[in-house]
């Protein structure tokens, strides 16, 4: 028996996809939008959350980049939507964001970090708590920017 939710590396042409990737791409875009979350334009879908129906319920956008101001570590930049219906619900957010951890540890790259900017306060306390994540400040919206190594 399945569990739900799925979490699936999006890639545009899985064609065994059991669900058309550009439908899910399109639902995590709109559940981002939902979220009040602005997705970078560098950055790209990497994990979507899928329920029993294969309907998209949550997603990840990544981009991984070399940082001149973090002495040419590789960062990790992760955005996490989950659609309002699943927040608090099958966990679908923690799936998520331990899917991306695993995807980031899996990076073949000793200086490494995972750098997120958090607009939703009860996710600041789970990635301190719970992944270990710190305080590097905050920008002018007010958004607390962590970062993990």
């Known amino acids: ?35 009040s979350i602005r997705i970078s ?14 309907d998209v319920i949550g997603a990840i956008w990544v981009d991984i980049y070399k940082s001149d101001e973090m002495n040419e570590y590789t960062v990790y930049d992760f955005d996490v939507a989950v659609h309002p219906q699943y927040r608090n619900n099958n966990m679908v957010g923690i ?15 000793e200086n490494k970090m995972i750098r997120v900017f958090v607009v939703n306060p009860r996710l600041v306390s789970v990635l301190e708590k719970k992944y270990g994540f710190q305080c590097d400040g905050f920008d002018r919206y007010g958004t607390v920017m962590y970062h993990y190594q």
Do not use: G
């Open 95 to 109: 799936k998520l964001i331990n899917n991306a951890i695993r995807d980031y540890e899996s990076l073949d790259d």
């Open 41 to 54: 334009s560098k950055k790209e879908l990497k994990l979507v959350a899928l329920n029993q129906h294969y």
């Open 1 to 35: 028996m399945m569990s739900f939710p799925i979490i699936h590396h999006w890639d545009a042409d899985d064609y065994d996809a059991p669900f058309d990737t550009w439908v899910a791409c399109n639902q995590a875009y709109e559940i981002a939008n939902l979220s």
